[in-house]
């Protein structure tokens, strides 16, 4: 509870796992590696993302389900690049009690090869399609990357994953945009800022036609891929033979898109919002939007007490969800550290002399400005004051990430910003894989790739082998 903080922009790995043991988010000392624990703290910011990205999926038309853990070696091998690209990271449950199992079982490292299966029963006819539906699961992977809390675990305990199928090329599309939208939606909400790439054709999600991802940065420069969405194309419906019958009697394989998000996001919120108190929360996701903090003197914390729980009661009445730090152990002062770390947006202190002027203190978390007002105008002060942080996290952290986004016009340019840390660089390039290895390689980044959803950028010759270029790529440090 009394570890110290390093600062976050001088040690940001050192600031990253400290804040989440010491605010009570997650406990990682479980033996096995990559997998942790959801503390009470973490979890309840988990549910209040998580009851938004329900919110957008369920008013989008997407269903919530949910499958087995287990899918049989047979299902996992039926599409050729999806199995090269994951058979390295896969757990495999090969005994049942004391017995050998006849089939091997695999712990799905992401759901395709467990849903397609069923998709192909489930589809008949065009009246069948659209078929929209995500759940949110646990999953595993066998990193070999260095593990980290919440950004690469190897039980991933938070994965929103949807799967769609759809009769026309044309539908496919639509929805890979309410796909993109829906993210973005998420990530606005979060206050989160962010920039969508097409991924180059090597890096691409295993058996997709392409992916696009959404990637933040964290304070040290890194990139945090916090989001993926994949047009699948035919290539499942090929490989699980997911036909349908047409209105004129034919078949048709399904067009499918998948998309998936993870603890990642979460992570992404406590490293882009927080600061050397520790957490810094949106409204929106706090646990707690406000704490009141009761300053007692002798003959006068019967009175504190009692004001303390009428403006408490009335704060609930008014929606706000609120807390009343009543321990008696606690100084006043160590209750403010506690709260600033855990990151309740406001903090309402009431002492005797704040009674005796009819007011209440306020101190908002993300400035740590206090302002007196009148216990009349309190309720409203407080909802507006959650506006207002709202409004200026998100541009705090907007206006950091534009600061981190360069252009450069020759590869020593690129070194020089990427190897500072500084964040991600745009440079023009000629579409050439050979090229954008060099570059890769002679940065030691990796390629994010090809702006999506941004307005034509002026592209110049390849940043590599100088003849024209054809699109801006964008590269990176990467977590
Ligand atoms: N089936 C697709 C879409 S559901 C899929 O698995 N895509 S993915 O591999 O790109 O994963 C989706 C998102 O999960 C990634 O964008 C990333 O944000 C997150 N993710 C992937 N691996 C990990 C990991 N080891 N730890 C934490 N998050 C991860
Ligand atoms: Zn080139």
């Given at each position: 509870m009394s570890e110290k903080l390093p600062k976050?922009?001088?040690?940001?790995?050192?600031?990253?796992?400290?804040?989440?043991?010491?605010?009570?988010?997650?406990?990682?000392?479980?033996?096995?590696?990559?997998?942790?624990?959801?503390?009470?703290?973490?979890?309840?910011?988990r549910k209040n993302v998580l009851k938004i990205?329900?919110?957008?999926?369920?008013?989008?038309?997407?269903?919530?389900?949910?499958?087995?853990?287990?899918?049989p070696e047979s299902f996992f091998q039926k599409e050729a690049e999806h199995i090269a690209g994951f058979e390295s990271q896969v757990y495999w449950v090969t005994q049942g009690g004391l017995s050998p199992l006849e089939v091997k079982l695999l712990l799905r490292p992401t759901s395709?090869?467990?849903?397609?299966?069923?998709?192909?029963?489930?589809?008949?006819?065009?009246?069948?399609?659209?078929?929209?539906?995500?759940?949110i699961v646990s999953i595993f992977r066998y990193e070999t990357k260095a593990t980290k809390p919440l950004i690469r675990v190897r039980e991933i305990t938070t994965f929103k994953e949807a799967h769609t199928a759809h009769a026309t090329l044309e539908d496919l599309m639509q929805e890979l945009d309410t796909a993109v939208w829906i993210y973005s939606s998420i990530f606005d909400r979060l206050l989160l800022p962010y920039l969508i790439s097409k991924r180059p054709d090597w890096d691409k999600f295993a058996g997709a036609e392409y992916s696009m991802a959404f990637d933040t940065l964290t304070p040290d420069g890194k990139t945090l891929?916090?989001?993926?969405?994949h047009n699948l194309g035919q290539n499942f419906a090929h490989a699980f033979d997911i036909q349908f019958e047409n209105e004129t009697g034919s078949h048709e394989y399904v067009y499918q898109s998948c998309f998936g998000i993870s603890e990642r996001v979460i992570?992404?919120?406590?490293?882009?919002?927080?600061?050397?108190?520790?957490?810094?929360?949106?409204?929106?996701?706090?646990?707690?939007?406000?704490?009141?903090?009761?300053?007692?003197?002798?003959?006068?914390e019967k009175e504190v007490r009692e004001v303390s729980e009428q403006i408490l009661s009335k704060l609930r009445k008014a929606g706000l969800r609120v807390q009343?730090?009543?321990?008696?152990?606690?100084?006043?002062?160590?209750?403010?550290?506690?709260?600033?770390?855990?990151?309740?947006?406001?903090?309402?202190?009431?002492?005797?002399?704040?009674?005796?002027?009819n007011k209440v203190t306020l101190v908002r978390r993300d400035t740590l400005k206090k302002?007196?007002?009148?216990?009349?105008?309190?309720?409203?002060?407080?909802?507006?004051?959650?506006?207002?942080?709202t409004e200026n996290m998100k541009t705090t952290a907007e206006q950091k990430f534009k600061e981190r986004v360069f252009s450069a016009k020759n590869i020593e340019e690129v070194k020089k910003i990427v190897t500072s840390r500084s964040g991600i660089v745009e440079v023009s390039w000629c579409g050439e894989e050979g090229c954008a290895h060099e570059l890769e390689e002679e940065i030691s980044g990796s390629i994010l790739g090809t702006p999506v959803t941004e307005k034509e950028i002026a592209v110049s010759e390849c940043?590599?082998?100088?003849?024209?270029?054809?699109?801006?790529?964008?590269?990176?440090?990467?977590?």
């Open positions: 976050k922009d001088e040690n940001f790995s050192e600031w990253f796992s400290t804040v989440l043991s010491a605010a009570e988010i997650t406990d990682f000392r479980y033996p096995v590696k990559g997998m942790g624990i959801w503390l009470p703290h973490g979890f309840a910011i990205a329900r919110e957008l999926h369920d008013e989008t038309g997407h269903q919530e389900v949910l499958f087995p853990l287990l899918i395709e090869t467990a849903i397609y299966p069923m998709f192909k029963l489930w589809i008949r006819s065009h009246a069948d399609l659209p078929v929209k539906v995500y759940q891929q916090i989001g993926t969405v992570a992404a919120l406590i490293s882009i919002h927080g600061d050397d108190r520790g957490l810094v929360l949106p409204p929106e996701v706090a646990p707690f939007q406000a704490v009141i903090v009761p300053i007692y003197y002798k003959e006068k009343f730090d009543d321990r008696d152990d606690l100084t006043p002062g160590a209750k403010y550290y506690y709260h600033e770390l855990r990151g309740v947006p406001i903090r309402v202190e009431i002492g005797p002399k704040d009674i005796h002027a302002e007196q007002v009148s216990m009349k105008s309190m309720i409203e002060r407080i909802q507006q004051l959650l506006d207002e942080i940043i590599v082998c100088q003849k024209p270029g054809k699109v801006v790529v964008r590269i990176a440090r990467a977590h």
